[in-house]
């Protein structure tokens, strides 16, 4: 059985007519955004980060909330977002150090989209200083960072949504693959598939002056200090190990995320981690690459996983992007246009729709509705949003680990999930962490 659910409409004839998968609605009908039309009832907003994507989650935030200050290491970003239509309105402040924007008492809550090696240091920040946070994915660059979000998450309790939209939006195709998979749809599943396509190869580059808009040395903030390169900043900054993963946490911190979703693994991690096949664009010794004027994280790859629950987790990047989940008697395949199911209890999804409690489960209780409405009711009732820091903690710690085996030169691991370490291996442990460049320590 194909499914193209290409309209919202579609989604709801396979998962039942209900007031549960209507858009989120408050007493009386109207819609969360309709409820914060009153200045008094919307959010003072902050932005850090305004970029492509940070701009574009701010774009989305306004419906809900407005933005008193936008922040960016390059002003020409900064200055581009106070004068969107959509976001600062021509009147927004402009910084450039975020903890001017943290240190405002009339903001509520930050939208983070810096690069990756930026979150969790600025997270942790505004976390401390009072704010609730949407932030970018992924949400760390190792795998001690997510357990340090975790924790200050926790003690702060305040309401943060990682930008794994995937959950909420892309017509709700990949929450109904995860109900038909915890609802036993394809029996026991054996094995899930994560396909997220390969990265790129690029360079040598040529180092040159920062441009004057931009205050590189910030940028890099707790990375290695290094001559500027126009190709390891802004949309090229995910193909180098000094600010992300790759394909592996870029790509990965969807469609991992949504595979241990379904299996139940959201709060375990894999046993083991074995790579088939890595490839890296440039010479890698003890962890690190050879050259500084080229791209550095995996082109190819597959990655076999194995989960406490016995199921196997495969990542790999040379079959068509989505995730796969074999049952011992179905299959479903998951892409963002489209579900392709096969076999199983899935053929009867139309006379039997997946149960609306599970639903409830999957949301934390919250109404089918789009991944930034799920943030802004959760700063209401100051609960936990759907996309949650420390399941993400969890399907990263395995795109992580993924990475640490690659470049170690392929060795298979072995991981404890509930020590968070990996078992009898020294040097693979000391990558759990990276070293962090004075003055840009991240302190939980």
């Not at 010479?283 to 995996?298: H, K, L, S, V």
């Not at 509705?369 to 710690?397: I, Q, Y």
Request: aromatic letters at 8%.
């Amino acid at each position: 059985m194909l499914i193209r659910t290409k309209t919202r409409r579609d989604f709801l004839r396979v998962t039942a007519s209900s007031p549960l998968l209507l858009p989120l609605l408050e007493p009386g009908g109207r819609s969360l955004a309709e409820t914060m039309r009153s200045p008094n009832e919307r959010p003072r907003m902050g932005l850090i980060g305004a970029g492509g994507q940070g701009s574009g989650d701010a774009s989305g935030a306004s419906r809900f909330g407005d933005f008193l200050a936008v922040c960016d290491v390059d002003r020409s970003h900064a200055e581009r977002a106070k004068e969107s239509g959509s976001i600062g309105k021509g009147k927004a402040d402009v910084y450039e150090d975020y903890h001017k924007v943290l240190d405002r008492t009339d903001i509520d809550a930050v939208i983070i989209g810096t690069p990756d090696h930026w979150h969790t240091k600025i997270c942790i920040d505004a976390m401390k200083a009072g704010k609730d946070i949407y932030c970018e994915k992924p949400l760390t660059l190792t795998i001690e960072e997510g357990k340090q979000i975790g924790k200050v998450a926790k003690e702060t309790k305040r309401v943060v949504q990682v930008g794994t939209q995937q959950r909420s939006d892309h017509n709700r195709v990949f929450l109904l693959a995860v109900a038909l998979v915890r609802a036993g749809r394809i029996g026991k599943v054996r094995k899930v598939t994560a396909a997220i396509g390969g990265g790129p190869t690029g360079g040598p580059f040529s180092k040159e002056a920062p441009p004057a808009n931009l205050n590189w040395d910030m940028w890099l903030g707790q990375a290695p200090k290094v001559d500027y390169i126009k190709q390891r900043c802004h949309g090229d900054f995910r193909w180098w190990y000094e600010y992300s993963g790759g394909k592996l946490t870029d790509w990965g911190a969807h469609h991992v995320d949504i595979g241990q979703w379904a299996i139940g693994m959201e709060e375990s991690g894999p046993t083991s981690i074995e790579v088939t096949r890595g490839v890296l664009p440039v010479e890698f010794r003890n962890g690190n690459p050879t050259a500084d004027d080229r791209y550095n994280t995996p082109t190819d790859f597959v990655v076999k996983t194995m989960f406490p629950n016995g199921v196997e987790l495969e990542v790999r990047h040379d079959t068509e992007n989505g995730v796969t989940f074999q049952g011992t008697s179905g299959r479903i395949f998951v892409t963002r246009d489209r579900i392709d199911l096969s076999g199983g209890s899935v053929s009867a999804l139309w006379s039997d729709p997946v149960p609306e409690s599970l639903l409830v489960e999957l949301r934390k209780g919250k109404k089918v509705d789009g991944h930034m409405a799920n943030f802004f009711e959760c700063m209401k009732d100051r609960s936990v949003p759907v996309a949650d820091v420390w399941s993400h903690h969890r399907a990263l710690t395995t795109c992580h680990l993924a990475n640490i085996a690659i470049r170690l030169g392929n060795r298979k691991l072995t991981w404890d999930p509930v020590k968070e370490e990996i078992v009898g291996d020294s040097e693979a442990n000391a990558w759990l962490t990276r070293p962090q460049r004075p003055g840009f320590e991240i302190k939980a």
